[in-house]
């Protein structure tokens, strides 16, 4: 990857990513973050920072469609890679109709790990659409709520996977 | 949390990734999956001048199974890719399943069997069922390629015999064999993302009733992954019984040195081998590779 030297001699690189669908091209800094090229050079700020060292998935985004902590992985490495992050669940200004169970089974206390939570549980009904609740227990496992509200995220997730949904 | 500054690069091929390395010096380290690199680098552990990516070596991601050779495990292949594998389920289930424990599931869509192996953390996952089944890695550097048995590839806490000057870890092997059972169990404090107070994998190779051959591997309980061989030779060519089991976990407390930590008093951790060794001899002999 071809590096651009400023007058300093500070290294920039270009990296190619795609973020809910829009392409982007961003020059970066070899130590940027997907977390801060999200946040800070985009503007999409509903990825959140918590622990920043991979335990508690509040920065979880899809990274061609796999659940990563965005705090973990260089904006370097998502080159050319297709992103999706919690504004990008939603179609059309309708709430998908996870979104919709979290408001519905109040699934949502803080909010801060909701993103995270979001998009864990996009990533398993995408893969599974009928899991069992030990299947969504799992796939929410590297998200940590610290209002401790998991009995309704699991009520809801299992809520959308079975449609009972009012969207 | 922000990373010190480095240089990035991203070679097309191993060649330049090792010649990369070779020209950048030990102050530059390989990428690969990030999940342990990074964190020691925001925690000011690493600095590293440079950062040699290898996503580029899509190569080295893949899994497949060789006839007369064994699993073959690209060293890039990341532990969810290794778990949902099909051909590593129909072969070593047990490495599926171990894989599955590890850490929480954003961690394992990013990290790789290479890095866990590099990293070489007493507590790692996947060493113990690996040295339990005979794997032997690969690596390659500036003076070609060797491979060396897993078990003897750790020295230390975070030390194993790569080289730091350009050498990779390529891939992982495990043997064709004949053994017909192994299984890696874990005692966590949690059950996502624990690091193992103690890990033992077993692989047995049972004739009837009779255990013909046993390799018992310790994880978290010594500086390395341990080898437990006295603790297979009061098993081998006996016909297994409950009490034959015990007798061979406790030998197995007398193959380790833990440590007492935040996780767990050393005193705790030699009674979870004896129990764990117990039990993992136990599902290999009754269940097969699970």
């Known amino acids: ?167 | 949390m922000y990373l010190p500054d480095f240089d990035y690069y991203a070679p097309e091929s191993l060649a330049e990734a090792t010649a990369l390395l070779v020209e950048l010096g030990p102050a530059a380290k390989p990428l690969a999956g990030g999940t342990d690199i990074l964190v020691k680098m925001k925690n000011g552990l690493a600095s590293p001048s440079a950062l040699v990516s290898l996503k580029n070596l899509t190569e080295l991601r893949d899994i497949r199974w060789e006839p007369g050779r064994g699993l073959v495990i690209g060293a890039l292949a990341t532990h969810n890719q290794i778990r949902d594998s099909e051909v590593v389920q129909q072969h070593f289930l047990s490495i599926s399943q171990a894989a599955h424990q590890l850490a929480n599931n954003q961690i394992r869509n990013r990290g790789t069997i290479g890095g866990n192996l590099v990293n070489a953390i007493p507590s790692a996952d996947l060493p113990p069922i690996l040295i339990a089944l005979g794997a032997s890695v690969t690596m390659v550097g500036p003076d070609g390629a060797r491979t060396v048995p897993l078990e003897s590839f750790f020295t230390g806490p975070s030390c194993c015999v790569i080289e730091p000057e350009g050498e990779i870890l390529t891939e992982i092997v495990i043997p064709e064999q004949d053994t017909t059972g192994s299984t890696y169990i874990k005692f966590g404090l949690r059950k996502s993302g624990a690091l193992a107070v103690v890990g033992v994998a077993t692989a047995v190779t049972m004739d009837g009733d009779v255990i013909r051959k046993a390799r018992i591997c310790l994880g978290a309980v010594y500086k390395v992954p341990v080898l437990a061989e006295e603790a297979a030779k009061v098993i081998e060519g006996k016909t297994w019984s409950d009490e034959l089991l015990e007798q061979a976990g406790r030998t197995a407390v007398g193959c380790c040195l833990p440590i007492s930590d935040i996780r767990g008093s050393d005193e705790y951790r030699r009674d979870l081998v004896r129990v764990f060794t117990r039990r993992a001899l136990k599902r290999a002999i009754t269940q097969g590779h699970v």
């Open chain 1, 1 to 167: 990857m071809q590096a651009i030297a400023d007058k300093q001699g500070v290294k920039r690189y270009l990296v190619d990513v795609t973020v809910n669908g829009d392409d982007y091209s961003v020059v970066v800094k070899a130590n940027t973050l997907l977390v801060n090229l999200l946040r800070d050079e985009i503007d999409l700020t509903g990825t959140k920072k918590g622990c920043e060292l991979g335990d508690c998935g509040s920065c979880t985004v899809l990274l061609d469609g796999k659940p990563v902590d965005a705090c973990l992985v260089l904006a370097l490495e998502a080159d050319g890679c297709d992103v999706i992050t919690i504004e990008g669940v939603a179609q059309h200004g309708e709430l998908d109709k996870l979104q919709r169970s979290f408001a519905d089974n109040a699934a949502i206390q803080c909010g801060y790990c909701t993103p995270g939570m979001i998009l864990s549980a996009k990533a398993l009904l995408t893969r599974n659409p009928k899991p069992t609740e030990p299947e969504v227990r799992a796939a929410i496992s590297g998200n940590l709520c610290r209002c401790t509200g998991y009995v309704n995220i699991v009520k809801a997730v299992m809520a959308a996977a079975s449609g009972e949904v009012t969207a």
